[in-house]
């Protein structure tokens, strides 16, 4: 089955810095890669997601890349502010017959100081 | 606005209890997962279904069990509650034909004493 690998698993930036987070994923069929964030006790929301045939996507102060032939995918956050603090997940999804069966990481806590 | 509800947002039981927890959406989604989540180690698949009476395994279904009698409500079952699966559950919930966006319900806090 799919195994995503992320890091770091901790990530510290002041205020205004840039924020990168890495992913690698096994499965040459995995074609979505969504990217969740999760502040403290709440819920995990959709940020950003990219799919096989794009290799990057941006959306304002985040964006996220893409290499197939490698088999990783990046976020990428600008201008960190204190509220982008949470714990951020990417995950890897073949679609298909596993339609929403997203594979994810482990996790990485993000905490901007301002 | 889609909902999916938890029925608990914690939960304490006993070692050997069989513990019932349920998940409801609002938006006649197909497709329903199952995650628990423990810190270093993400968000791991346990069951899904995508249909009434279907159920698949995910990545770790040991120990537990799923039911889906109506579309709107996929509950997880463990039959004899271990230590080993006090953990955050998540449920989540995504529409056929979507862009794969998961709505996730806010999390029931397990704790098996």
């Known amino acids: 089955g799919e195994n995503v690998e992320q890091h770091p698993s901790t990530l510290s930036v002041q205020e205004g810095d840039s924020a990168v987070i890495k992913c690698t994923y096994s499965?040459?069929?995995?074609?979505?890669f969504p990217w969740y964030k999760q502040e403290l006790g709440k819920r995990p929301q959709l940020i950003i997601d990219?799919?096989?045939?794009?290799g990057e996507k941006k959306d304002q102060r985040i964006a996220v890349t893409l290499n197939k032939t490698a088999k990783h995918f990046s976020l990428h956050i600008t201008e960190t502010q204190p509220e982008d603090s949470a714990v951020y997940f990417c995950?890897?999804?073949?679609?298909?017959?596993?339609?929403?069966?997203?594979?994810f990481g482990q996790g990485t806590i993000l905490t901007v100081h301002p | 606005d889609v909902k999916v509800t938890q029925s608990s947002r914690y939960l304490v039981k006993r070692t050997g209890e069989k513990v019932f927890l349920e998940c409801v959406q609002d938006?006649?989604?197909?497709?329903m997962f199952w995650y628990r989540q423990d810190p270093g180690l993400g968000l791991r698949l346990i069951y899904f279904?995508?249909?009434?009476?279907?159920?698949e395994k995910g990545d770790i279904p040991e120990g537990y069990s799923v039911s889906r009698e109506k579309k709107e409500r996929f509950s997880l079952i463990l039959e004899s509650a271990s230590t080993n699966q006090t953990s955050m559950y998540l449920c989540?919930?995504?529409?056929?034909?979507?862009?794969?966006?998961?709505?996730f319900g806010s999390g029931t806090q397990l704790s098996v004493l």
């Open positions: 995950a890897a999804s073949a679609g298909g017959t596993s339609y929403g069966k997203l594979t």
């Open positions: 499965d040459s069929a995995s074609n979505y």
């Open positions: 990219i799919r096989s045939n794009v």
């Open positions: 938006m006649d989604h197909e497709n």
């Open positions: 279904s995508y249909d009434v009476k279907m159920k």
């Open positions: 989540a919930s995504v529409p056929l034909g979507s862009n794969e966006k998961l709505f």
